[in-house]
């Protein structure tokens, strides 16, 4: 190895790597820029940032300190080994995949950092920990998808330190704050909307406290509380002595906010998207990160061949917390009801066919108002009336000024007093210009997510007049799953022309807007105008584009599920549009419409569309959604496979069985190979029927 000349720099410092020396192994790294040694790391991946090691442990002083070098070598060592070749098995890892691996190995050492008085890590370091101490700790890590919630129990310690404040404070500042400071005892939210563990009453005393200690910011946004608590500085308190725990993005606890806008909250809560409702904090953490968390863990076994004395924590040492969390986050999603979805969709092309185009042509109008006039941002629309821009099949749908919460007399936006029956009214009145560019994004959002079945990342880059080959009858975009070094495959796939028709809409707001000179160049297809400020486009941001699926699923009344939540679409439950319509469409359902969304007109070309475009797993699910609805509503198909179920559920009352359990054990039955279910094509491909069949136990496939 030693022998090996190379006039590659990445190569050689990576055969470099593999070469055996004596002395410690795991003290260098490409990614690190600072000395092995040194208090403060700087690191540069994908990213540059810095860990500054001078933090305290427990009561037992500085990590840096002398009696404390086992210990911070440990931790040290622990984070080079996250991108050492030992653990990688040579492959080279893109800079972002670096990052993460990275971003583990702190996230655990930050585990040990919060509990170090508990673990007693300050008098006997890493070799005293028990098996045990593995557990729990992989465990809470485990727990939840969020590590601000896993790792740093961000809600416990907020409440805890919220009370501690109010306890700092003396009760005659706080009773004079609220007879001075009336929002601070108002629009308390419900229990169910609340993050943290407090009564009304602590409520407004923690509001109160937070006040006079200026930990209160002001938010310029108008479509949005007014005050909101600094987290950021919160954090700097409550995690002092972590690596991390201060930087992170925490839960801003919505009953700590103040003076409301118009639209914080949905018009109704969410019906869950999985069947644990993989939207809540408590979800376990999916199978991927689960894996990568405990290869972070069992990794600390490395550092006993630099003499590091540690645990020789094993995976299977993990099993029994790996496999309790494996079966609690299956995460398996929810679909959307075939006929909410269907609903949807032809909402969706209604409304962007027939105002689309003219709201387009109004934002554009008016943002070249607010140029010409040279005001800041979109002040000049709220002040103004901009009834003369809008266009006459914008004003027949009854926009009549640039936002709904903009004060009808033009003194600007309204900050309190603006009820959310108010707001959800003139949403679904088309008052507002804005909000129906943002409806207008969900609609595209909905007819381009169901028609390309493509993954949610893959559409939020998607970039205007680059998103379409030559002929604009294929979409191009980069596969989100990355191959060596992260690199991320081109691919193209059939595109209908309704839903180019679509995109060209804000392809030609966002041209519009850099001809006028607003932007300087194009970004991201779905980011969406701002509200107020200067004119600009939103960030590309996952937030921002379920956002613009929410306005359209409020504007629309999307339908409530059994418990008053309503049904808003996401783009993974958009993905199994196309196999749902057609399983529905040749059977008992009756909704043969896929055809005319996409332009076919043979069902056995479609369904070789759908097999090109849809992974086989998620095929495999909807075969099963669509058996399982007609084993509960008596069809041929429950009738066949009441035997098989009878037997294994232990009933024949088949209403009783909970959908997700019936759906899963029919999947399973699928992948078995005992249960197929698959179109038959009729009529030389023309017509079709879902045909089932079940296989007895004794055949093999």
């Not at 860990?51 to 210990?71: C, N, P, Q, S, Y």
């Not at 949403?427 to 949610?456: D, F, H, K, P, W």
């Not at 808003?568 to 969304?597: C, E, K, P, S």
Request: hydrophobic share 40%; charged share 25%; net charge negative.
């Amino acid at each position: 190895m030693d022998s090996v000349k190379t006039t590659y720099p990445e190569m050689e410092e990576f055969l470099n790597q593999l070469k055996r020396r004596a002395g410690p192994r795991y003290r260098t790294a490409p990614w690190l820029l600072s000395d092995f040694d040194d208090p403060v790391w700087n690191i540069r991946s994908d990213r540059e940032f810095s860990i500054d090691w001078r933090v305290h442990v427990g009561d037992g002083g500085l990590l840096t300190a002398m009696h404390h070098e086992t210990l911070w070598r440990a931790f040290r060592s622990w984070m080079i080994v996250q991108t050492h070749v030992d653990v990688t098995g040579g492959k080279v890892a893109d800079a972002e995949v670096e990052r993460r691996a990275l971003q583990r190995a702190i996230y655990c050492i930050d585990y040990f950092l919060l509990n170090a008085e508990a673990l007693q890590i300050s008098a006997f370091g890493l070799d005293a920990l028990t098996v045990n101490n593995f557990r729990s700790m992989y465990a809470s890590i485990i727990s939840s998808r969020f590590v601000t919630s896993g790792i740093y129990n961000w809600s416990a310690r907020l409440t805890a330190y919220l009370r501690d404040v109010v306890k700092s404070v003396p009760q005659k500042d706080l009773a004079i704050a609220l007879d001075n400071y009336p929002i601070l005892g108002s629009d308390i939210p419900d229990i169910a909307d609340r993050f943290l563990d407090l009564s009304d009453d602590e409520i407004v005393l923690c509001r109160a406290a937070l006040h006079l200690k200026g930990l209160y910011k002001e938010n310029k946004s108008a479509n949005d509380y007014r005050y909101a608590p600094d987290c950021l500085g919160i954090s700097r308190a409550i995690f002092p002595n972590t690596l991390w725990g201060f930087r992170l993005y925490h839960t801003k606890p919505t009953e700590l906010f103040l003076s409301p806008g118009h639209r914080v909250l949905t018009e109704y809560p969410r019906a869950p998207v999985t069947v644990n409702g993989n939207d809540d904090i408590s979800t376990p953490m999916g199978r991927i990160r689960l894996n990568a968390y405990l290869q972070t863990i069992v990794s600390l076994n490395l550092l006993r061949t630099d003499d590091i004395p540690v645990l020789n924590v094993k995976a299977s040492d993990l099993k029994n917390v790996r496999q309790a969390s494996e079966g609690a986050c299956e995460g398996r999603y929810i679909s959307v009801p075939i006929d909410v979805t269907v609903d949807a969709f032809r909402k969706s092309v209604e409304f962007a066919l027939q105002y689309g185009e003219a709201i387009v042509d109004s934002y554009l109008a008016v943002a070249k108002a607010v140029l010409e006039n040279g005001q800041d941002g979109m002040t000049y629309a709220v002040l103004n009336d901009i009834t003369p821009l809008i266009t006459n099949d914008a004003k027949s749908l009854g926009i009549s000024r640039w936002s709904i919460e903009q004060s009808v007399d033009g003194q600007g936006f309204f900050q309190t007093s603006f009820s959310k029956e108010d707001y959800y009214t003139g949403l679904r009145s088309n008052v507002g210009l804005y909000e129906c560019i943002r409806v207008l994004y969900g609609a595209v959002e909905i007819v381009v997510g169901s028609l390309m079945a493509r993954r949610q990342g893959e559409l939020e880059d998607l970039k205007p007049f680059s998103c379409f080959d030559v002929t604009r009858t294929w979409l191009v975009f980069r596969n989100r799953k990355s191959g060596y070094k992260g690199k991320r495959e081109q691919e193209a796939r059939p595109i209908p022309p309704l839903a180019v028709r679509l995109i060209s809409m804000i392809e030609r707001l966002q041209s519009g807007l850099v001809e006028m000179g607003a932007i300087s160049t194009m970004s991201e297809l779905f980011n969406v105008p701002k509200l107020s400020g200067t004119i600009q486009l939103t960030k590309k941001q996952h937030m921002t584009y379920n956002e613009s699926l929410d306005y359209f699923c409020d504007w629309a009344q999307t339908a409530l599920d059994e418990n008053g939540k309503r049904f808003y679409i996401r783009q993974h439950q958009l993905r199994r549009f196309f196999a749902m319509v057609f399983f529905w469409g040749g059977g008992f359902g009756g909704i043969d419409t896929l055809r005319w969304f996409l332009g076919h007109t043979n069902c056995e070309h479609l369904w070789h569309y759908i097999t090109e475009s849809i992974p086989g797993e998620t095929l495999r699910s909807v075969a099963a959604e669509w058996v399982a609805y007609g084993v509960k509503h008596a069809t041929k198909e429950g009738e066949m496979l009441s035997a098989e179920l009878s037997e294994h559920f232990g009933t024949s009352n088949f209403s009783v069985i909970e959908d997700h359990a019936l759906e899963m054990y029919l999947e399973d039955l699928i992948d078995e190979g005992r249960l197929i279910v698959e179109p038959l094509f009729l009529d030389n491909g023309n017509r079709y029927r879902i045909a089932v069949v079940l296989k007895p136990r004794e055949t093999r496939i």
